[in-house]
């Protein structure tokens, strides 16, 4: 079935899907993140560079995520770096994206708000899965009040947009 969807991602030929399937255009797809599906790591997410082309994909098992990924990869999809996706969830390449973003934001070309969502990514979670939505902590700016008012604008720390509210 992937080859199906890959050659209709490939061509402006119409081609008729099943009901309920998707396809996305492989020449638009920007990310691959390795996702959990009942706490097991069989699905991964999908995104086009549009924002709005994006769903998790579930699969089998882990070895069938694999196979997948792996097939959509050697497609060398030109949206995607080199390296930013593997086809096995590697504590490596998750090490070394944190160490990025980590270092990104280090020398202020990341805000709190992008690295918080990077690491978010890394940890397997996503807006599209509300069992593991990602974890935005409310930071506050007031640490001289006896009495913390949540309501006053100031004990609120600044962001170039609001986590909590």
């Not at 998707?22 to 996702?35: G, I, K, Q, T």
């Not at 006053?152 to 947009?161: I, N, V």
Request: charge should be neutral.
């Amino acid at each position: 079935q992937l080859g199906a969807w890959v050659d209709w991602a490939e061509s402006d030929a119409p081609c008729a899907l099943p009901e309920g399937a998707v396809a996305w255009p492989l020449d638009r797809l920007v990310r691959l993140e390795h996702r959990r599906h009942l706490m097991t790591w069989q699905a991964f997410e999908a995104q086009c560079d549009d924002g709005r082309g994006r769903g998790i994909i579930i699969l089998r098992d882990r070895s069938s995520r694999r196979d997948v990924l792996s097939s959509i990869l050697a497609l060398r999809p030109p949206l995607i770096a080199p390296g930013a996706a593997a086809p096995s969830r590697s504590t490596r390449l998750v090490r070394a994206r944190a160490d990025a973003a980590i270092a990104a934001w280090q020398a202020r070309a990341l805000s709190n708000f992008d690295l918080l969502l990077e690491l978010n990514t890394l940890a397997g979670r996503s807006f599209l899965d509300l069992s593991q939505y990602p974890v935005m902590p409310w930071v506050v700016a007031d640490y001289e009040s006896k009495r913390l008012d949540l309501a006053a604008a100031e004990a609120e720390a600044a962001y170039a947009m609001r986590i909590a509210g």
